[in-house]
Nanobody
């Protein structure tokens, strides 16, 4: 069993900042990549930012220069620092992890896991 627990969402005014956190727990053997996706009402879920275990990052064009993704490998935690927030950033933000779990003995299974989502609302 793996759980991804997100925190840090909320209501913020345009131009403000928020920091999202996502902690992974359970029978984790190795985490290959973690990331943040978002889904606004009536729109498809989209990638916001991702980071590999080695620290390579990838950002959506719409957030480059405003958002920063980072991770603490020792804590199995990923962060998303969001600055200069805009109303169009309003969405439910989901944490994602590409990881392998210990099944039994040396048997590992690699899969994709999602958090429950946290609401970010940017409004005056």
């Amino acid at each position: 069993q793996v759980q991804l627990v997100e925190s840090g969402g909320g209501l913020v005014q345009p131009g403000g900042s928020l920091r999202l956190s996502c902690a992974a727990s359970g029978s984790i053997f190795s985490i290959y990549a973690m990331g943040w996706y978002r889904q606004a009402p009536g729109k498809q879920r989209e990638l916001v930012a991702a980071i590999t275990s080695g620290g390579s990052t990838n950002y959506a064009d719409s957030v480059k220069g405003r958002f920063t993704i980072s991770r603490d490998n020792a804590k199995n935690t990923v962060y998303l620092q969001m600055n200069s927030l805009k109303p169009e950033d309003t969405a439910v933000y989901y944490c994602n992890a590409d990881l392998s779990t210990v099944v039994v003995g040396t048997l590992r299974v690699r899969d994709d896991y999602w958090g429950q989502g946290t609401q970010v609302t940017v409004s005056s």
